[in-house]
Protein backbone atom coordinates (compact mmCIF):
# COMPACT_ATOMS: atom_id res chain seq x y z
CA UNK A 1 0.00 0.00 0.00
CA UNK A 2 3.30 2.36 -0.66
CA UNK A 3 2.91 5.53 -2.84
CA UNK A 4 2.38 4.86 -6.32
CA UNK A 5 1.54 7.06 -9.67
CA UNK A 6 -1.27 7.87 -11.26
CA UNK A 7 -1.37 4.70 -13.60
CA UNK A 8 -1.80 2.71 -10.75
CA UNK A 9 -4.98 0.84 -10.08
CA UNK A 10 -5.78 -0.63 -6.40
CA UNK A 11 -9.10 -0.43 -7.16
CA UNK A 12 -12.12 1.48 -5.30
CA UNK A 13 -11.78 2.50 -1.66
CA UNK A 14 -15.51 3.33 -0.50
CA UNK A 15 -14.90 5.68 2.71
CA UNK A 16 -17.64 6.96 5.19
CA UNK A 17 -17.55 9.98 6.85
CA UNK A 18 -15.78 11.07 4.07
CA UNK A 19 -16.63 14.87 3.77
CA UNK A 20 -14.54 16.22 6.11
CA UNK A 21 -11.87 15.86 8.70
CA UNK A 22 -10.00 12.00 8.71
CA UNK A 23 -12.27 10.87 6.22
CA UNK A 24 -11.00 13.68 3.75
CA UNK A 25 -7.24 13.56 4.24
CA UNK A 26 -7.64 9.29 3.84
CA UNK A 27 -9.43 10.43 0.64
CA UNK A 28 -6.51 12.53 -0.46
CA UNK A 29 -4.16 9.72 0.83
CA UNK A 30 -5.41 6.63 -0.81
CA UNK A 31 -6.16 8.44 -4.21
CA UNK A 32 -2.67 9.25 -4.54
CA UNK A 33 -1.97 5.91 -3.41
CA UNK A 34 -4.12 5.02 -6.76
CA UNK A 35 -7.46 4.38 -5.31
CA UNK A 36 -10.62 5.56 -7.16
CA UNK A 37 -13.00 6.36 -4.64
CA UNK A 38 -16.35 6.44 -3.59
CA UNK A 39 -16.90 9.24 -1.10
CA UNK A 40 -19.98 8.88 1.69
CA UNK A 41 -21.43 11.67 4.00
CA UNK A 42 -24.47 13.40 4.78
CA UNK A 43 -23.30 16.92 3.26
CA UNK A 44 -23.18 16.89 -0.29
CA UNK A 45 -21.71 20.31 -0.68
CA UNK A 46 -18.54 18.94 1.01
CA UNK A 47 -18.75 15.77 -0.68
CA UNK A 48 -18.68 17.15 -4.03
CA UNK A 49 -16.26 20.06 -3.69
CA UNK A 50 -13.81 17.85 -1.98
CA UNK A 51 -14.33 14.94 -5.06
CA UNK A 52 -13.89 17.65 -7.67
CA UNK A 53 -10.56 19.20 -6.27
CA UNK A 54 -9.20 15.52 -5.98
CA UNK A 55 -10.25 14.09 -9.35
CA UNK A 56 -8.31 17.39 -10.50
CA UNK A 57 -5.22 16.91 -8.37
CA UNK A 58 -4.36 12.77 -8.85
CA UNK A 59 -6.56 11.98 -12.07
CA UNK A 60 -8.51 9.15 -9.88
CA UNK A 61 -12.32 8.54 -10.51
CA UNK A 62 -13.90 9.80 -7.43
CA UNK A 63 -17.75 9.14 -6.84
CA UNK A 64 -20.00 10.34 -4.18
CA UNK A 65 -22.86 9.01 -2.45
CA UNK A 66 -24.96 11.23 -0.46
CA UNK A 67 -25.83 9.56 2.95
CA UNK A 68 -26.88 9.46 6.71
CA UNK A 69 -25.53 5.90 7.57
CA UNK A 70 -28.56 6.49 10.74
CA UNK A 71 -31.28 6.22 8.30
CA UNK A 72 -32.07 2.66 7.45
CA UNK A 73 -32.75 3.33 4.00
CA UNK A 74 -29.66 5.49 3.42
CA UNK A 75 -27.80 2.64 4.92
CA UNK A 76 -29.05 0.18 2.64
CA UNK A 77 -28.31 1.92 -0.04
CA UNK A 78 -24.43 1.77 0.65
CA UNK A 79 -24.41 -1.76 1.67
CA UNK A 80 -25.96 -2.59 -1.71
CA UNK A 81 -23.26 -0.85 -3.36
CA UNK A 82 -20.31 -2.78 -1.24
CA UNK A 83 -22.32 -5.81 -2.54
CA UNK A 84 -22.49 -4.92 -6.31
CA UNK A 85 -19.65 -3.10 -6.85
CA UNK A 86 -16.41 -5.44 -7.90
CA UNK A 87 -14.22 -3.06 -8.16
CA UNK A 88 -14.60 -1.81 -3.81
CA UNK A 89 -10.92 -3.27 -2.48
CA UNK A 90 -11.10 -1.21 0.75
CA UNK A 91 -13.36 -0.37 2.90
CA UNK A 92 -12.75 2.54 5.46
CA UNK A 93 -15.10 2.97 8.27
CA UNK A 94 -14.92 6.35 9.11
CA UNK A 95 -18.18 7.87 9.98
CA UNK A 96 -18.33 8.15 14.00
CA UNK A 97 -19.51 10.28 16.47
CA UNK A 98 -18.45 10.74 20.09
CA UNK A 99 -19.39 12.90 23.18
CA UNK A 100 -17.83 14.03 26.58
CA UNK A 101 -21.30 14.43 28.75
CA UNK A 102 -21.00 12.45 31.92
CA UNK A 103 -23.86 9.37 31.63
CA UNK A 104 -25.75 10.51 33.75
CA UNK A 105 -25.73 13.76 31.99
CA UNK A 106 -26.10 12.25 28.69
CA UNK A 107 -29.47 12.25 26.32
CA UNK A 108 -30.25 8.31 26.00
CA UNK A 109 -31.53 9.33 22.33
CA UNK A 110 -28.42 10.73 21.11
CA UNK A 111 -26.71 7.75 22.66
CA UNK A 112 -28.63 5.74 21.22
CA UNK A 113 -27.96 7.39 17.52
CA UNK A 114 -24.41 7.10 18.84
CA UNK A 115 -24.45 3.21 19.17
CA UNK A 116 -26.29 3.24 15.51
CA UNK A 117 -23.82 4.79 13.96
CA UNK A 118 -20.46 3.89 15.93
CA UNK A 119 -21.66 0.14 16.04
CA UNK A 120 -24.37 -1.18 14.01
CA UNK A 121 -23.51 0.81 10.92
CA UNK A 122 -19.90 0.23 10.83
CA UNK A 123 -20.93 -4.07 11.09
CA UNK A 124 -23.49 -3.50 8.94
CA UNK A 125 -21.16 -2.15 6.30
CA UNK A 126 -18.32 -4.61 7.08
CA UNK A 127 -20.86 -7.65 6.43
CA UNK A 128 -21.91 -6.40 3.05
CA UNK A 129 -18.56 -5.63 2.51
CA UNK A 130 -16.45 -8.96 3.51
CA UNK A 131 -18.23 -11.84 1.17
CA UNK A 132 -16.92 -10.31 -1.90
CA UNK A 133 -13.62 -9.83 -0.52
CA UNK A 134 -13.15 -13.38 0.02
CA UNK A 135 -14.62 -14.44 -2.72
CA UNK A 136 -11.51 -12.59 -4.44
CA UNK A 137 -9.04 -13.71 -1.98
CA UNK A 138 -8.40 -10.02 -1.29
CA UNK A 139 -9.28 -7.16 0.56
CA UNK A 140 -9.09 -4.65 2.68
CA UNK A 141 -11.62 -3.54 5.95
CA UNK A 142 -10.19 0.02 7.84
CA UNK A 143 -11.80 0.55 11.20
CA UNK A 144 -11.46 3.87 12.87
CA UNK A 145 -11.66 3.17 16.62
CA UNK A 146 -10.26 5.70 19.29
CA UNK A 147 -7.61 5.07 22.32
CA UNK A 148 -10.69 5.48 24.55
CA UNK A 149 -11.62 1.96 23.27
CA UNK A 150 -8.70 1.21 25.89
CA UNK A 151 -9.35 3.88 27.97
CA UNK A 152 -13.29 4.10 28.13
CA UNK A 153 -12.60 6.29 31.16
CA UNK A 154 -11.72 9.29 30.07
CA UNK A 155 -14.98 10.39 27.67
CA UNK A 156 -18.42 9.48 27.82
CA UNK A 157 -18.79 5.83 28.99
CA UNK A 158 -20.97 5.04 25.80
CA UNK A 159 -18.79 6.83 23.40
CA UNK A 160 -16.10 4.65 24.59
CA UNK A 161 -17.97 1.14 24.88
CA UNK A 162 -18.64 1.78 21.29
CA UNK A 163 -14.85 2.45 20.34
CA UNK A 164 -14.13 -1.22 22.70
CA UNK A 165 -16.37 -2.62 20.42
CA UNK A 166 -14.85 -1.32 17.37
CA UNK A 167 -11.27 -2.61 18.16
CA UNK A 168 -12.88 -5.97 19.59
CA UNK A 169 -15.03 -6.79 16.36
CA UNK A 170 -11.65 -5.62 14.62
CA UNK A 171 -9.38 -8.45 16.23
CA UNK A 172 -12.34 -11.26 15.16
CA UNK A 173 -12.06 -10.00 11.96
CA UNK A 174 -8.45 -10.45 11.90
CA UNK A 175 -8.75 -14.05 13.40
CA UNK A 176 -11.42 -15.13 11.30
CA UNK A 177 -10.30 -13.36 7.88
CA UNK A 178 -6.46 -12.89 7.96
CA UNK A 179 -5.84 -16.73 5.85
CA UNK A 180 -8.54 -15.19 3.62
CA UNK A 181 -6.46 -12.45 2.02
CA UNK A 182 -8.02 -9.39 3.80
CA UNK A 183 -6.42 -7.03 5.15
CA UNK A 184 -7.73 -5.70 8.46
CA UNK A 185 -6.56 -2.73 10.68
CA UNK A 186 -8.07 -0.88 13.19
CA UNK A 187 -6.82 2.76 13.92
CA UNK A 188 -6.92 4.49 17.36
CA UNK A 189 -6.16 8.18 17.20
CA UNK A 190 -6.24 10.44 20.20
CA UNK A 191 -7.22 13.61 20.91
CA UNK A 192 -7.04 15.08 16.87
CA UNK A 193 -8.03 18.27 15.31
CA UNK A 194 -11.16 17.87 13.38
CA UNK A 195 -14.58 18.82 13.89
CA UNK A 196 -15.45 15.57 15.66
CA UNK A 197 -14.83 17.94 18.71
CA UNK A 198 -17.40 20.46 18.23
CA UNK A 199 -19.67 17.95 17.75
CA UNK A 200 -19.21 16.22 20.97
CA UNK A 201 -19.70 18.95 22.92
CA UNK A 202 -15.85 20.43 23.77
CA UNK A 203 -14.06 22.04 20.96
CA UNK A 204 -10.59 21.04 20.38
CA UNK A 205 -8.92 24.85 20.83
CA UNK A 206 -9.71 23.83 24.76
CA UNK A 207 -7.52 20.83 24.80
CA UNK A 208 -3.83 21.50 25.32
CA UNK A 209 -2.29 21.91 22.38
CA UNK A 210 0.63 18.86 23.00
CA UNK A 211 -2.11 16.34 23.63
CA UNK A 212 -3.81 17.35 20.28
CA UNK A 213 -2.90 15.55 17.00
CA UNK A 214 -3.35 17.21 13.38
CA UNK A 215 -5.67 15.15 11.17
CA UNK A 216 -2.83 15.14 8.90
CA UNK A 217 -0.01 13.28 11.03
CA UNK A 218 -2.80 11.07 12.02
CA UNK A 219 -3.82 9.43 8.77
CA UNK A 220 -0.21 9.62 7.74
CA UNK A 221 0.73 7.47 10.53
CA UNK A 222 -1.95 5.14 10.38
CA UNK A 223 -1.30 4.12 6.81
CA UNK A 224 2.97 3.82 7.81
CA UNK A 225 1.11 1.33 10.59
CA UNK A 226 -0.60 -0.20 8.04
CA UNK A 227 2.74 -0.46 5.83
CA UNK A 228 3.58 -2.17 8.58
CA UNK A 229 1.44 -5.31 8.94
CA UNK A 230 -0.21 -3.70 12.00
CA UNK A 231 -3.95 -4.48 12.65
CA UNK A 232 -3.72 -2.33 15.51
CA UNK A 233 -2.10 1.17 15.11
CA UNK A 234 -2.28 4.08 17.53
CA UNK A 235 -0.83 6.90 16.06
CA UNK A 236 -0.20 8.96 19.40
CA UNK A 237 1.43 5.98 21.34
CA UNK A 238 5.02 6.71 21.77
CA UNK A 239 6.15 3.27 22.70
CA UNK A 240 4.85 0.67 20.65
CA UNK A 241 6.23 -2.07 22.74
CA UNK A 242 3.70 -0.89 25.76
CA UNK A 243 0.48 -2.51 23.12
CA UNK A 244 2.72 -5.30 22.19
CA UNK A 245 2.94 -6.50 25.79
CA UNK A 246 -0.89 -5.37 26.09
CA UNK A 247 -1.67 -7.67 23.76
CA UNK A 248 0.77 -10.53 24.45
CA UNK A 249 -0.84 -10.76 28.33
CA UNK A 250 -4.18 -10.45 26.77
CA UNK A 251 -3.61 -13.69 24.22
CA UNK A 252 -1.82 -14.96 26.89
CA UNK A 253 -4.57 -15.42 29.65
CA UNK A 254 -7.16 -15.75 26.59
CA UNK A 255 -5.92 -19.34 26.67
CA UNK A 256 -6.82 -20.08 30.59
CA UNK A 257 -10.28 -18.40 30.49
CA UNK A 258 -12.37 -21.89 30.47
CA UNK A 259 -12.10 -24.10 33.43
CA UNK A 260 -14.68 -26.21 35.32
CA UNK A 261 -14.34 -25.24 38.49
CA UNK A 262 -13.93 -21.11 39.83
CA UNK A 263 -10.33 -19.83 41.15
CA UNK A 264 -9.34 -20.33 43.99
CA UNK A 265 -10.34 -16.85 45.35
CA UNK A 266 -13.77 -17.81 45.19
CA UNK A 267 -14.06 -20.90 46.52
CA UNK A 268 -12.01 -19.80 50.08
CA UNK A 269 -15.30 -18.91 51.69
CA UNK A 270 -16.47 -22.63 51.77
CA UNK A 271 -13.62 -23.49 54.04
Do not use: C
Not at 90 to 103: D, E, I, K, M, R
Request: without cysteine.
Amino acid sequence: MSTTDKNTNNGTALITGASTGIGAIYADRLAKRGYDLILVARNKTRLNTLAQRLNKETGRSVKVQVADLNNKVDLGRVEETLKTDSTITLLLNNAGVGSVAPLLESDMDKMEDMIALNVTALTRLTYAAVPAFVARGKGTVINVASVVGISPETLNGVYGATKSYVIGFTHSLQHELAEKGIRIQAVLPGATATEFWDVAGYAHSNLPKEIVMSADDLVDAALVGFDQGEVVTIPPLQDGNEWATWEAARKAMSTRLANRTPGARYTQAKK
